[in-house]
Nanobody, 126 residues
Framework: QVQLVESGGGLVQAGGSLTLSCAVS????????VGWFRQAPGKEREFVAS????????QYTDSVKGRFTISRDNAGNTVLLQMNSLKPEDTAVYYC???????????????????WGQGTQVTVSS
């Protein structure tokens, strides 16, 4: 099994920055893609960014392109989401998850992911 645990959320003013971490443990050799999603109150969970475990193939939703960067740390088992120029509309609970076994190609559907973490709250004040 694979476990993912998010951290790094908090309260920040608009225009500020935060870096979220997703610690991945367990059978990491089975991980194909790690993705970040977010869910605001009353809204559906939406795709934010993803990357292949081999550090290539980063994808972003249009609203965060140029502001957010997904990467994997040098030690290897933490996936980071660097968030710059934050906006109040970025406020949400942020989750990381991995592709289900057998998923191929690029997808933004939460149904393609499993092993969800507990989430970390990001609040951007105006």
């Amino acid at each position: 099994q694979v476990q993912l645990v998010e951290s790094g959320g908090g309260l920040v003013q608009a225009g500020g920055s935060l870096t979220l971490s997703c610690a991945v443990s367990g059978r990491t050799f089975t991980v194909g893609v790690v993705g970040w999603f977010r869910q605001a109150p009353g809204k559906e969970r939406e795709f934010v960014a993803s990357m292949r475990w081999g550090r290539e193939g980063a994808q972003y939703t249009d609203s965060v392109k140029g502001r957010f960067t997904i990467s994997r740390d040098n030690a290897g088992n933490t996936v980071l989401l660097q968030m710059n120029s934050l906006k109040p509309e970025d406020t949400a609970v942020y989750y990381c998850a991995k592709y289900r076994q057998g998923i191929v190609g690029f997808t933004t559907s939460p149904d393609a992911y499993d092993s969800w973490g507990q989430g970390t709250q990001v609040t951007v004040s105006s």
